[in-house]
């Protein structure tokens, strides 16, 4: 699915969010306190715009994702940054590899969402950040009507224009079984992380978690 919404990701993503997405990722790139010397792994990259971000602050970055036609776009968007293709779930580095390990908006994918954050937390040095970029569902209205609107049937519609009704209804299903903040908070604090906060934007619709690997 996500190679074949490759040719039409970045576009969607800009239009569905209005190009705030670009301002979360800076975010989420501020709290992997990366800088020069820093190395950082950036998991499912998609088409590496996390990876970029992390890049502008002097880290060393790697992205990781399991889609060859993401990768593609990634590598010839950022030519001087580290691609490679990978499992989430099995995340081919050594132990305590990197100062900081980010995903945004993918790690409501990973089949298994526990085992892939004790993936990221294996890869971290002691010390090191995690940060996790994700859509939430806001809870009070009347943000919460409209984004249930909105996800319910404005993007199923732009993913029929756009030529994959399939991966743009799949898109607010992820959405909605994605535990809620307080939850992943839990989950990643189960993972192996140490003072874990999170910060609500836009609304409560996107949540941006943070913790510091024991």
């Known amino acids: 699915m996500f190679d074949r919404i490759a040719r ?35 998991v499912a990259t998609g088409t590496g715009d996390l990876a970029v971000e992390l890049a502008r602050r002097g880290a060393q970055v790697t992205g990781m994702d399991f ?8 590598r010839q968007k ?3 940054l580290t691609f490679e293709e990978g499992d989430a779930l099995e995340l081919r ?4 590899s990197f100062d900081a390990v980010t995903v945004g908006f993918g790690a409501r994918n990973f089949s298994d969402l526990d085992r892939g954050l004790a993936e990221m937390a294996r890869v971290t040095k002691p ?12 809870q ?13 049937t404005v993007v199923p519609a732009l993913g029929r ?3 994959d009704a399939d991966a743009y209804t799949y898109l607010p299903s992820s959405v909605r079984r994605f535990p809620g903040p307080d939850e992943l908070a839990a989950r990643l604090a189960a993972a192996g992380l140490d003072e874990v906060r999170w910060l609500l934007t836009a609304g409560g619709i996107i949540a941006i978690h943070s913790g510091t690997r024991r």
Do not use: C, Q
């Open 8 to 42: 039409v990701y970045d576009r969607m993503n800009s239009l569905m969010t209005a190009g705030m997405h670009h301002r979360w990722r800076e975010r989420a790139a501020d709290l992997a306190r990366v800088g020069p010397g820093s190395t950082a792994l950036d």
């Open 67 to 74: 889609a060859p036609a993401m990768l593609e776009l990634a």
């Open 78 to 80: 950022a030519p001087g």
């Open 93 to 96: 580095h050594t132990d305590a």
């Open 127 to 138: 010390g090191g950040r995690v940060v996790v970029l994700e859509i939430t569902t806001p």
């Open 140 to 152: 009070k209205s009347p943000l919460s009507w409209f984004f249930r609107a909105w996800f319910d």
């Open 161 to 163: 224009l756009a030529g």
